[in-house]
């Protein structure tokens, strides 16, 4: 074009055959030219759907593996205690260790969603009967060798001097062995990240309750999945930082990114090389790094942290179906949820002057209102329950109702099945008959 408008006038009256010899020539070239440009467009059209398709089908594989994984170790499961040997025993840090379990009987064990935990039997010398305790799977439910579980040391509360450090923490970082072999009951919980789904995750652990969602994010890395995935842990400093292998693991992947906040660093830390934030895990961190709201919430760690994150993120315009928690102890948040949909009949205290029954153990007992529930007036009557996590969330307590009803001063932390109740957090509404 630019070569007719330079010399156009003069070309056409000197040589019009060029001249139309070349218009020709220039339409053929534009013609082709915006063709390229179309195929080049069509094709880098073509190699979006392609990659799009690709990754659809990626997760269709995936998904269809786990579920055939899931169903596969299903089969692997047990039902009460089952024996397994310790493996390997590691030091996290001050105070945690790490346990690698191997099942004695040397056949598969079955997988388990990220974030559910083991129960263990446990036989401490010096004590007359089994200590029932709870521990979440640290590692990635696709390793199908060993469970992990890490354990943080139970210390005694500074301000009541004689009294003991936690039984089961102390037992399992300062007695087990390896080569031991402890009773364990097959992985479960409500709280779990649904890994056939692959909608983004924010992970916050503060402390010990780094374990869960540690399992989800290791989860999401080990299954080559692309689900964008937000890691927060919270703890003091270098000493209490806990499964920093893990999370420094976390970081080569591309879709997962890790934020690591020390609230009380030590002088010889340094900010980007020993943790990412100083300060406390908030939801104002969460507003200033996360491009919006819109994502599943999974977080685990003290009360006060819990209660904390849950308000701020309701405040925040987070839908309380997204918000995901579990207490290491008795429940202490209230979800906005339940607040609304409970009864004011639900939630009372029980009142007193009922009469509980344990038909096993062929005792009865008035309900008087000295015992916190019903599995404290089982203990102080001589009746045996398991007992687990004392917040209604392992179930290790269930008993069967055979009448009567039971109420809840805090909802327990899953679904109580018909016609049982969780002691640990029950009371009696009238009189009630248990099966224990
Ligand atoms: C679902 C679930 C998952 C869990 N996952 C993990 C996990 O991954 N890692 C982990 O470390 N923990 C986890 N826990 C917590 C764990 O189950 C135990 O509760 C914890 O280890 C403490 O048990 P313990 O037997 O050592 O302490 P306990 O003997 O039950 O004592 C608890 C505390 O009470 C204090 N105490 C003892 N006697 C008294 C008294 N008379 N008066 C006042 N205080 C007293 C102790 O010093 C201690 O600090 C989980 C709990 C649940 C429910």
């Excluded at 590691?90 to 379990?101: A, G, H, N, P, T």
């Excluded at 503060?206 to 692309?226: E, F, R």
């Excluded at 507003?287 to 925040?316: A, N, Q, R």
Aim: proline share 5%; glycine share 10%.
């Amino acid at each position: 074009m630019q070569i007719l408008l330079l010399f156009g006038p003069d070309l056409i009256k000197t040589n019009p055959g060029l001249a139309i010899g070349l218009v020709v020539l220039l339409a053929v070239a534009i013609q082709t030219g915006l063709a390229l440009v179309g195929s080049a467009r069509r094709l880098a059209h073509q190699r979006r759907q392609l990659s799009r398709e690709r990754e659809r089908l990626d997760y269709l594989v995936r998904a269809a593996k786990s579920q055939w994984h899931n169903a596969e170790l299903e089969k692997a499961s047990w039902n009460g205690w089952r024996k397994f040997r310790v493996h390997k025993k590691v030091s996290e840090c001050e105070d945690v260790c790490s346990i690698y379990l191997q099942p004695h009987d040397g056949k598969p064990i079955p997988g388990f969603q990220p974030g559910q935990y083991l129960t263990f039997g446990l036989d401490i010398p010096g004590r007359d009967r089994q200590l029932v305790r709870c521990y979440s799977l640290s590692e990635s439910s696709l390793k199908q060798e060993y469970y992990r579980v890490s354990i943080k040391k139970e210390r005694a509360p500074r301000d009541k001097p004689g009294i003991p450090a936690g039984t089961a923490s102390t037992f399992f970082n300062d007695v087990v062995r390896e080569g031991d072999i402890l009773n364990a009951k097959a992985p479960t919980g409500h709280f779990y990240m649904d890994t056939a789904k692959e909608a983004p995750v924010v992970l916050m652990g503060a402390g010990v309750g780094i374990t869960p969602v540690l399992a989800m994010a290791n989860h999401i890395a080990d299954s080559g999945s692309k689900r964008e995935a937000w890691f927060f842990f919270v703890c003091r400093n270098g000493q209490e930082y806990m499964l920093r292998q893990d999370v420094d693991r976390l970081r080569k992947f591309d879709n997962i990114r890790v934020f690591v906040c020390f609230s009380k660093p030590a002088e010889a830390e340094v900010k980007d090389r020993d943790y990412d934030r100083e300060g406390r895990l908030n939801v104002q961190l969460l507003k200033e790094v996360l491009p919006s709201s819109t994502y599943d919430y999974f977080m685990c760690g003290s009360g006060p942290f819990m209660k904390d994150m849950y308000d701020g993120l309701i405040e925040w315009g987070v839908p309380d179906g997204r918000i995901h928690f579990e207490a290491f102890g008795p429940a202490s948040v209230k979800r906005v949820t339940e607040a609304k949909a409970a009864a004011p009949a639900a939630t009372a205290a029980a009142p007193v002057g009922g009469k509980v029954t344990f038909a096993k153990s062929n005792r009865s007992c008035a309900w008087d209102g000295t015992a916190a529930n019903l599995y404290e007036l089982a203990k102080a009557n001589g009746v045996r329950i398991d007992y687990g996590c004392g917040a209604g969330s392992c179930g290790s307590c269930l008993v069967a109702v055979k009448s009567g009803d039971v109420a809840y001063k805090d909802p327990p932390g899953f679904a109580v099945e018909a016609g049982s109740c969780l002691t640990c957090v029950g009371c009696p509404k009238g009189d009630v008959v248990l099966d224990a």
